[in-house]
Nanobody, 116 residues
Framework: QVQLVESGGGLVQPGGSLRLVCAAS????????MAWYRQAPGKQREWVST?????????KDSVKGRFTISRDNAKNTVTLYLQMNSLNVEDTAVYYC????????WGNGTLVTVSS
């Protein structure tokens, strides 16, 4: 059964850090590029970062140099990480993981709030 579960969000002050985790259950994930997305209040969901199955990353311009995506491939579960540093208020959003070329049912996401 395919399932995406995000965690690791929270309240952090500007300049702070968080590490998000996505547990992607299902044998398909280790064969696919995976991505982090986010949806800020009142805005559409947007792409944040992608990592190929061989761990080649790409980033949205606004997070380059601050965010680092990584993954740990196992047979039945891929664990996707997003290390977020130097957070600012514009990073406030619900963060989701998914497979960009084969979108699965969205998980509940994890809320990141950057506020002083």
């Amino acid at each position: 059964q395919v399932q995406l579960v995000e965690s690791g969000g929270g309240l952090v002050q500007p300049g702070g850090s968080l590490r998000l985790v996505c547990a992607a259950s299902g044998t398909m994930f280790r064969f696919h590029t995976m991505a982090w997305y986010r949806q800020a209040p009142g805005k559409q969901r947007e792409w944040v970062s992608t990592i190929s199955r061989t761990s080649s990353p790409n980033y949205k311009d606004s997070v380059k140099g601050r965010f680092t995506i990584s993954r740990d491939n196992a047979k039945n579960t891929v664990t996707l990480y997003l290390q977020m540093n130097s957070l600012n208020v514009e990073d406030t959003a619900v963060y989701y993981c998914n497979v960009p070329n084969a979108l699965q049912a969205w998980g509940n996401g994890t809320l990141v709030t950057v506020s002083s």
